[in-house]
């Protein structure tokens, strides 16, 4: 008989098998004769979970005392080895493969041959169902196809019949199953514990085989219809433009939905006897096991798409939709995704959103940048994430490590617990200092506050104890919007934040959107179209030639801030015209509103961000212009040392204490002494304790940092005296030793100042 025919009949043996009223283990014992006799194979065999262990339940050609005797660890045999990886074999020479072994009590000495492929229940292996033969011969696809269907068949049987217990299945029991630490990279440092919430669950297929075939197949065609016009609309929104990436990967989503051999190949399994859902199931996994076999990384990305796609026709046709944001979460949640954006992440509940672990993920996507300001740590490209943890497993994240832990061991549980209670311990020490003005040891009153960019970052404001917000990052708000966000939309937002405010400052930077900040919606913003994102088309120099943006902006900031103080900064300032061209929207503006008799801001300071070298260079033409400066060390570094501040393989080889650094800050500051000018730093290094201590020494008063920063370095400035640091840098500066770093960390030693 063909391969072909065989599979076809396997299906249709099945369905007797499943409707007759026979117990659950005369079926079994059915089904391995059904497979064994149609796939020419002497042995077939079905093995279950069972108190953590395989265990041979039914076999055909081996020896009949072994069934529930032979019991396999997880990763023990072909047989532990297929069901802990959850994948399929196909070997001709079973003895071949390293993970091979033998079992004397089966006979399967004599069986050249081995095919196996687990049986899944909720995206776990419980069991796994294989067949041998004497010949060595590997066997054919469509003969692996109807060991799959009928894996996927039994599991359904399995659940039904009470054959497994459904508690070990889920994993909430103790099983078998042992910790696993993985590795990926820190997006957003901290701590956090939680189960595991898949941004988009998993459908569940509840009926595999198919009570009418037409029925199945018409779902099946709606649900196609559907997802095609999705995909459509999502390429035809206006809002995406043309061109760049956003536009291939569209094309490439297109591409599938309309092929013609995937809808095919489910209808195909739809013939077979399955339900819409396990036919759709089938085709990918049959698409997984192929592109396993192919090492492309393209071809990987690819299969990324199709099987988002294959999800989402699943998602349609069981009517299963929402992500895990829409149905709500229930308790403290670690988040599991391949990747997100921005405005899928906002949707979570803040509360129970304790952390995020990507399989993709870059250190600049704006998932990250929304992460970062919401507090909630990431850690990003960890590979097979979602081979390794499954929905409502405990995760214990450490993403300051760069790693994380699923299904913890007691003893890793406690030593996680204890690490996090010294985080809290100290945090509940910063906020004792909320109230308390930070004054050095020797009386001066540092500015410190923080940074911000979202409407809810302003809660945090009275409780970490900030001066102001030193650095309102504005194209968050651009970067979270599916379209430009309009004029009103942004007033909106800062009237928010000057009314969450209060009396304190708030410094507004306009849009720095363009280079690594890409919206989708501007096609010349796209991604991918400035080669050296960074030194780009970004920031300012976009805003100025977009003209139409600025001005916008800049009525609503003017709108906003009516009546009160308004402070707006801008990024990316190399030469002093752009200040002024920048400055001359916002006088225009101005201008309009006090003819049109509006209520106008009570005052106006304008500063510039000091992150382009070149800026440095002319402070004496430009420092009379501006009422602050804020020195962007984020960016500026990156300049300095020609060092992608985004490339994770740069990302420690520089120090922000080292001397060309240091040097470069203090002539900045020195530059402004005597000057009216309010000199800060905004960028990252603020926030960090020995860097602070450094900046303080070098003669920056204002500081504007992370919020979780405002705490620790509060606790610094109280305990320094600015006369001895300031000679110390001097005398660093002057003759740098060999490891600034360990120089500043033995200062702070000596005078019992904690450092990170
Ligand atoms: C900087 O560059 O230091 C800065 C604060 O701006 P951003 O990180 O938003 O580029
Ligand atoms: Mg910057």
Redesign the pocket.
């Known amino acids: 008989m063909g391969a072909i025919a065989a599979a076809r009949t396997i299906l249709t043996r099945l369905h007797e098998v499943m409707a007759s009223r026979m117990h659950a283990q005369g079926k079994l014992d059915r089904v391995v004769e059904i497979i064994g006799e149609n796939l020419d194979s002497e042995v077939c065999s079905i093995y279950l979970l069972r108190e953590g262990m395989l265990e041979l339940y039914a076999t055909r050609g081996l020896n009949q005392e072994a069934v529930h005797v032979t019991r396999l660890a997880m990763g023990e045999g072909l047989t532990g080895t297929l069901a802990q990886n959850v994948e399929t074999l196909n070997l001709a020479e079973a003895k071949a493969h390293p993970d091979f072994q033998y079992r004397p009590e089966t006979g399967e000495e004599k069986f050249h041959s081995f095919a196996g492929v687990p049986i899944v229940y909720r995206e776990r292996a419980v069991g796994a169902l294989n067949v041998q033969h004497v010949d060595p011969r590997r066997y054919e696809d469509v003969e692996i196809e109807a060991l799959q269907t009928t894996a996927m068949v039994l599991s359904e049987l399995i659940a039904n019949a009470g054959l497994i217990d459904e508690e070990e299945a889920l994993g909430l029991a103790v099983t078998s199953d042992e910790p696993q630490v993985f590795d990926g990279l820190q997006l957003v440092k901290g701590l956090a514990a939680g189960r595991a919430v898949y941004h988009q669950p998993r459908v569940e297929i509840t009926q595999v085989m198919a009570e009418d075939i037409e029925a199945e197949r018409q779902r099946v065609y709606r649900a196609f219809d559907r997802m095609r016009d999705q995909i459509d609309n999502l390429a035809n929104q206006a809002e995406f433009g043309v061109g760049g990436e956003h536009e291939e990967v569209l094309e490439t989503y297109k591409m599938f939905a309309y092929d013609e051999g995937w809808s095919r190949r489910i209808n195909e399994a739809i013939d077979s006897g399955l339900t819409a859902e396990a036919a759709i199931e089938r085709v990918q996994q049959r698409t997984r096991m192929r592109m396993r076999e192919i090492d492309d990384p393209l071809l990987a990305d690819r299969m990324h798409d199709l099987e988002d796609l294959s999800n989402r026709l699943l998602r349609i046709v069981s009517g299963q939709l929402g992500t895990a944001a829409t149905q709500g979460l229930r308790r403290d949640s670690i988040l599991i995704a391949r990747n997100l954006g921005p405005a899928e992440l906002l949707e979570y509940d803040r509360r129970r959103l304790k952390g995020v672990i990507l399989e993709e993920g870059s250190l600049t996507a704006h998932v990250v940048i929304v992460a970062r300001a919401m507090g909630v740590p990431v850690l990003g490209r960890v590979r097979n994430l979602r081979g390794m943890v499954r929905e409502g497993d405990e995760l214990l994240l450490d993403a300051d490590n760069g790693t994380a832990t699923v299904r913890p061991s007691q003893s890793m549980a406690d030593a996680f617990d204890a690490r996090f209670a010294k985080t809290r311990e100290r945090q509940a020490l910063y906020a004792e200092l909320r109230d308390v003005e930070p004054f050095t040891r020797c009386g001066t009153r540092i500015q410190v506050m923080m940074n911000a960019g979202l409407r809810d970052d302003m809660s945090t404001l009275p409780l970490v104890g900030a001066d102001g917000v030193g650095?309102f990052?504005t194209e968050f708000q651009f970067l979270v919007s599916a379209t430009l966000p309009q004029r009103d939309r942004q007033m909106r937002l800062y009237r928010d934040v000057l009314d969450a405010a209060g009396d304190k400052p708030v410094i507004f930077r306009t849009v720095?959107i363009g280079g690594d900040k890409a919206v989708p919606y501007l096609r010349e913003l796209a991604t991918g179209s400035d080669d050296n994102p960074a030194m780009g088309w970004r920031a300012l120099r976009l805003a100025l030639e977009r003209e139409g943006l600025l001005k916008a902006q800049a009525r609503a900031l003017l709108e906003a801030a009516a009546g009160r103080v308004l402070y707006v900064m801008f990024?990316m300032v190399s030469e002093p015209w752009e200040f002024d061209a920048a400055k001359a929207v916002f006088d225009e503006q101005l201008g309009f509103l006090r003819q049109r008799k509006r209520v106008l801001p009570e005052a106006i300071h304008y500063g510039a961000m000091l992150?382009v070298p070149a800026l440095a260079e002319v402070l004496d033409l430009v420092i009379p212009r501006l009422s602050f400066l804020s020195v962007?060390?984020?960016?500026?570094t990156q300049f300095l040392f020609a060092a992608d501040r985004a490339n994770p393989k740069l990302a420690e080889r520089y120090d922000w204490l080292s001397p060309s650094i240091l040097r470069f800050m203090r002539r900045i500051a020195q530059a402004t002494v005597g000057q009216e000018v309010d000199l800060g730093v905004?960028?990252e290094m603020g926030g960090r304790r020995l860097e602070a201590l450094a900046l303080l020494g070098l003669g920056y008063r204002r500081l504007s940092i992370t919020p979780v920063s405002v705490g620790p370095i509060k606790e610094l400035i109280r305990k320094v005296d600015l006369a001895e640091i300031t000679e110390a840098m001097t005398g660093w500066l002057a003759s740098p030793p060999p490891n600034m770093r360990a120089a500043l960390a033995e200062w702070a030693d000596t005078r019992q100042i904690e450092y990170d």
């Open positions: 650095l990052r720095d990024p992150e962007g060390t984020n960016d500026l905004c960028g």
